[in-house]
């Protein structure tokens, strides 16, 4: 579990997870990102949570999701 919640985070890079393949909880809310990478959860398929409320996303490239086959809250 990873919770960078209010961290004023803006920007995250591509691949910022890739070796985190494990991971099943990320909270990224209340902070102020507003684009994301369609290769920042490239390598995260055992995901489950996500959480980016509270951002000011704008902006999603085509199949930034794609890889979180067993995601059931975002």
Sequence with gaps: EINLEQNDISYLEEYSFK??????Y?????NKIDYLDNKLFVDNSELIHLDL???KIRYL????FQSLIKIEKL
């Design 61 to 64: 490239i085509n199949n930034t």
């Design 53 to 55: 409320s509270c951002n």
């Design 19 to 24: 070796k985190l393949v494990n991971l099943k």
């Design 26 to 30: 990320l909270n990224l809310a209340y």
